[in-house]
């Protein structure tokens, strides 16, 4: 298997990205990847507000894929997130959903037990649910820092991308150009406070390639659901784009007439939401594969 080391990484998504190295649809790759704040916070004494931002949200890679172009779809099958021992989460007073209420720049180390599957924060244990915080492709145009999520991918902070979770991509440039990064050990939908559990992982992945297939927005299919991951502005923006693609798919895939996908959509799909800090806002629209499943869906997928 590659693998591919956290000191090759990125800082945006652009349309001229240059590969590490190339891969085939079909192979596997292990990614290292650092933390979001790129091993700059360690301990509780390092501080959020006093470490360099030029340097945060590395996305390691990117990859080539060969024989991926405009017009296809990507899809990144997470096999394994193995987190490291330690994470740290932050709050920064003017940040995250409750910015009064924070007086002065806090940073905390939540300790893992990956053998129990548990991490511990003020006592409390929780379980692990490692998930990739950055993941996505080079874009057809513009400059994307990796701390911004959109139709690229990039920060989606979506918690279902996560080990058995397919991530399909529109390849946007020649090769797609997969980068990813900011693990997290466990982060609840929202992220409030503006951190998961961020930690550095080894994170493995199988690359698939759909000829002449495309999405608006990123797909994830889990074992159980399809969703559209939508980042806008606002999260009212959110609902609307990722629920019109949803809708749209169910009318392609199951052929029923638009206003009927709406009924179905309304009586079985559900809104989630990803983050809201990002400082865009994303919102997935999840349907169960057993009301679309996803040969229909690919195939909806394939004029689209
Ligand atoms: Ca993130
Ligand atoms: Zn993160």
Not at 191 to 197: D, F, N, P, Q
């Amino acid at each position: 298997m590659k693998m591919i080391s956290s000191d090759h990484h990125v800082y945006a998504f652009f349309p001229e990205m240059e590969p590490v190295l190339e891969i085939s649809p079909g192979d596997r790759i292990l990614f290292e990847t650092d933390d979001c704040f790129a091993g700059q916070i360690r301990s509780e004494k390092d501080l959020c507000t006093e470490i360099n931002f030029d340097y945060v949200n590395p996305a390691t890679g990117p990859v080539a894929v060969s024989g991926a172009g405009k017009g296809d779809l990507l899809g990144v099958t997470i096999e394994d997130v193995e987190v490291g021992k330690q994470a740290v989460s932050v709050v920064v007073p003017g940040a995250g959903v409750l910015p009064g209420r924070v007086g002065a720049p806090v940073t905390r180390t939540v300790m893992i037990d990956a053998e129990k599957g548990t991490c511990t924060f003020a006592g409390i244990t929780l379980p692990l649910k490692p998930m990739i915080g950055v993941i996505g492709v080079a874009p057809e145009e513009g400059t994307f820092p990796t701390g911004t999520p959109g139709a690229h991918g990039g920060n989606m902070d979506t918690s279902d991308i996560r080990r058995g979770t397919t991530v399909w991509f529109s390849v946007r440039r020649e090769g797609a150009m997969l980068a990813l990064g900011d693990c997290h050990a466990v982060m609840g939908d929202g992220e409030i406070g503006c951190s998961g559990a961020e930690v550095p992982a080894k994170v493995t992945v199988k690359l698939d390639l759909v000829k002449g297939a495309s999405s608006p927005w990123p797909l994830a299919v889990t074992e159980k659901e399809i969703m559209v991951i939508a980042s806008e502005d606002t999260l009212d923006q959110a609902v609307a784009s990722a629920s019109e693609v949803m809708t749209d798919l169910v009318r392609k895939g199951l052929g029923i007439p638009f206003e009927d996908a709406l009924i179905l959509c309304s009586l079985s799909m559900d809104l989630r939401i990803g983050q809201v800090v990002d400082p865009k806002k994303t919102v997935r629209a999840v349907m169960p594969l057993s009301v679309l499943p996803w040969e229909k869906a690919k195939a909806a997928l394939s004029d689209w």
